[in-house]
Structures are given as C-alpha cells and as structure tokens.
C-alpha cells in the first residue's frame, strides 16, 4: 500500500482498511509528511509490528550526515516504532551535495548496524548510481524503488538490480490509471475475468517487481489485492512488455536531472 499523497486526514483510516483485508507491506516516506498517521493506523490496526513490512525514505533536505541521523531518528519516533524494515535513499540528487550521495548511503549503513533499519536500500538511482555504491561501500542496496510500468519498462536499471540481487520496487505500476485504458488490457482482462488495473498488476508480480500502488477507495485497494489472482500466461506479459515507450514513457522526474531539495 502506497502513501503518496494521502492526506492526513485520510491516511489512518485508508492504511488500517488495507491492513484489515491482508496488505501488510505500508510505503511512506519522510517526504509525504504522514509517517505519524501511518504509525497510528499500524497500531490501531492491531496487527503485531513485526507482521508488518514498513518501509519509510529520506527526505531530500536531510542528506548531510548529521541531517539524514537526526531524521532517522525523527522518523521512528513519528512512525511509533523502535525500526523500519526498509529505509530508502528517496532520490540521488547527483547535481547536490557534491553529487556525493555515498556518504548519504554510509550514513544508512550505521541504521542497518544498529538494527533500527533491518535492510536499507534506494529509490530513484539509476545504473551509475548503483554502481558508486556497490563499489564505493560494503552494502548492496536491498531495493531500488524506481518509476515502472507498461509504457516504461525502466530496462537498463531493472536488468542491472536483477543481475546484482537488487530487487526492483515499482512505483507508480498503474501510471496513475492512464495505462488502463489500452485496449491490449481490455482483451486480456476480459480472457481472465479481471480488471484491467488488476491484468496490469499482475504483470508486474509476473516480472517480480515489488509493487504498492495506492488508492484512497476501499473498493479499488480490495480490488488491487485480489490482482495476485490473476496469472498471466508468457505470451501476455510478452505482450504487454512491447507496450514500453521507453524513455518518452516516463512520468516522473528523471533522476539524473532531478535536483529538488525543498518541498
């Protein structure tokens, strides 16, 4: 269950229903500014912590050693636990800070030290980036979170993070709903009796991507959780695969140029 952009308000009642009907991976960050609804809707939940996969991120503002300790450290605390399954790097930020994202990433590997973060990763790095950690460091990042989905199969770094054990996270999977509309997606839900959102979905747990998407409606969250229902036959996913626009699908910043460190 994603967080992105769920307002305040909202957030504690969504995430405590997507936890009611069996999601149990949560997704904020120091960015969307809910971490404190997000750890009220977990033990309002009533769920033991530890059967909860919780993963919050760096702000962009916080990437200093002493800024990304103390709020780490914040984060806990607005999030009322003693750990985070996963903490993430939001975003390189190559053109800040020197360009010098590895002292950021040491800074994580103290967390993963002391066991408040039980695996670190990153979010948004691409190929290059990954590959100043991995040999300037003694910690593969255990996740890259990155935009994926039909129209933008993000190739380079998915086939990188697979050949090096990265396992890849997907972010924005339905591209905001846009890609549902394909007809391709329409013939291939209506073969298996699905939506087309849920064919979508499915091929991304087909290409073993990590996947949150996030939905304010109680009706779309059931339906998003029932998509790992659907198989997909190879012939499918190949098809949906060639749906890939490569770099003219992207939707989001691309993290090479992406330099925003202020809200």
């Known amino acids: 269950?994603?967080?992105?952009?769920?307002?305040?308000?909202?957030?504690?009642?969504?995430?405590?229903f997507a936890l009611s009907k069996g999601c149990r991976h949560i997704d904020t960050a120091q960015m969307y500014g809910n971490e404190s609804e997000v750890g009220q809707a977990i033990?309002?939940?009533?769920?033991?912590?530890?059967?909860?996969?919780?993963?919050?991120?760096?702000?962009?503002?916080?990437?200093?050693p002493a800024a990304a300790r103390e709020s780490f450290a914040a984060s806990l605390k607005l999030l009322g636990t003693d750990y985070v399954d996963l903490f993430l790097i939001h975003w390189p930020l190559p053109d800040q800070y020197g360009g010098d994202f590895l002292t950021t990433w040491k800074v994580l590997e103290e967390f993963a030290a002391d066991g408040r973060a039980r695996s670190i990763g990153v979010?948004?790095?691409q190929k290059h980036h990954l590959e100043t950690l991995i040999e300037g460091s003694d910690t593969v990042p255990a996740i890259d979170q990155i935009e994926l989905h039909p129209y933008f199969g993000n190739r380079e770094v998915s086939e990188f993070c697979r050949k090096n054990g990265i396992v890849v996270?997907?972010?924005?999977p339905l591209v905001r709903g846009v890609v549902t509309g394909e007809p391709l997606l329409a013939g291939i839900a209506a073969a298996h009796?699905?939506?087309?959102?849920q064919a979508v979905l499915a091929w991304h747990l087909a290409k073993g991507h990590v996947i949150f998407p996030k939905s304010a409606s109680p009706a779309r969250i059931e339906e998003n959780l029932r998509s790992a229902e659907v198989h997909l036959t190879i012939a499918e996913v190949e098809a949906i695969d060639e749906l890939d626009r490569g770099e003219a699908g992207r939707t989001g910043y691309n993290p090479d140029t992406m330099k925003r460190v202020g809200q």
């Open 1 to 16: 269950m994603g967080t992105y952009k769920l307002s305040r308000e909202d957030t504690p009642r969504i995430v405590e």
């Open 43 to 64: 033990a309002a939940s009533g769920i033991p912590r530890e059967d909860v996969f919780l993963t919050t991120k760096l702000d962009n503002s916080n990437h200093e």
């Open 123 to 125: 979010s948004n790095f």
């Open 169 to 172: 996270e997907a972010w924005a």
């Open 193 to 197: 009796g699905c939506t087309p959102a």
